[in-house]
C-alpha cells in the first residue's frame, strides 16, 4: 500500500478507459521519451501475457515507422515470424558465445544483409562494435523488445518503466523496481482512486519471500522521490 501510494501521490499510476487507450497512452509514452546527451531515455514496458507483449511491440514498431525511426525498406524475420527493421530493438533469448551474445542482451539493429543475417549493437551503446547474427539465431531466438512480460525483464534496469494492466503479484513488484528515475503503472479503471486501490492489491499478491528486503528498499525509493518532489516544488 505504501508503494501504491507514493507511486498515486506522484502521478505514476494512469487510470484508462480502456485497452485502447492504455495502449495509445503507452505508445505515446515511448515516443516521447526525453532526450539526454543525443539519446532517448531508456525504457521498460512490463506486461501480463506475451500476447499482450507482441501487440505493444507491433504497435511501437510501427509508430516508429510512422515517425521515421525505423527504416522499413528491408526486413529480416525473428521468432515466430516477426519482421523486423533496420532500428528495431530486439531481444537475444538465448547464449551464443560464438555470436557475442547472451540471453537477455537487449539488441538495436543497425543492418540487415541480404542473406537474411543482421548486424546490430547493445541497446544504449552508441559506440559500441557491431555484431552479427545469423539468419537462424535471429529467427529462433531473438524478438522485438520494446515490451515484455516480467519474467522477460527480469534484472534489466531503464531510466523508465512502465506496468501494463493485468500484471499483478510478482510481476508488478519487478516492473515496479525497473526504472532508476520513474515507475508507472497503467490501470484500466474508472477513475484514480479506484486504479490505486488495483495497484495496492496487485503489489500485495504472491510476493516471493525472498524479494522481500527488496520491495522495501524499493518502497523506500519510491517515498524518497516524492519527498523530493515535494521540497522542490514548495
Not at 29 to 36: A, D, E, G, L, N
Not at 48 to 59: D, P
Not at 91 to 97: C, E, H, I, L
Not at 112 to 125: E, P, Q, S, Y
Request: charged content about 20%; cysteine-free.
Amino acid at each position: 500500500a505504501q508503494l501504491a501510494a507514493a507511486l498515486g501521490e506522484r502521478g505514476q499510476i494512469v487510470a484508462v478507459p480502456d485497452v485502447h487507450a492504455e495502449h495509445a497512452h503507452i505508445v505515446r509514452q515511448y515516443m516521447t521519451r526525453p532526450t539526454v546527451n543525443g539519446r532517448h531515455s531508456s525504457m521498460v514496458i512490463v506486461t501480463a501475457t506475451n500476447e499482450q507483449a507482441q501487440l505493444i511491440n507491433t504497435l511501437i514498431q510501427a509508430a516508429r515507422i510512422d515517425s521515421g525511426q525505423i527504416d522499413p525498406t528491408t526486413a529480416a524475420v525473428a521468432q515466430g515470424g516477426q519482421v523486423i527493421h533496420v532500428g528495431d530493438r530486439i531481444q537475444a533469448r538465448k547464449n551464443a558465445a560464438g555470436l557475442g551474445v547472451a540471453n537477455r542482451d537487449e539488441l538495436t539493429v543497425t543492418a540487415i544483409l541480404d542473406n537474411g543475417d543482421v548486424t546490430a549493437r547493445r541497446a544504449g551503446d552508441l559506440q559500441g562494435a557491431n555484431l552479427t547474427l545469423d539468419a537462424d539465431y535471429l529467427s529462433e531466438h531473438t524478438h522485438l523488445s520494446y515490451a515484455a512480460t516480467a519474467h522477460g525483464v527480469q534484472g534489466v534496469t531503464a531510466d523508465r518503466a512502465i506496468v501494463a494492466s493485468g500484471v499483478s503479484g510478482a510481476g508488478a513488484y519487478v516492473g515496479l523496481t525497473r526504472g532508476r528515475e520513474r515507475n508507472e503503472m497503467v490501470v484500466i479503471a474508472g477513475n484514480t482512486a479506484t486504479a490505486q486501490e488495483t495497484v495496492a492489491a496487485a503489489i500485495g499478491q504472491a510476493i516471493p519471500e525472498d524479494t522481500v528486503e527488496e520491495t522495501r528498499a524499493a518502497i523506500a525509493a519510491e517515498l524518497a522521490r516524492a519527498a523530493r518532489d515535494r521540497v522542490e516544488t514548495n
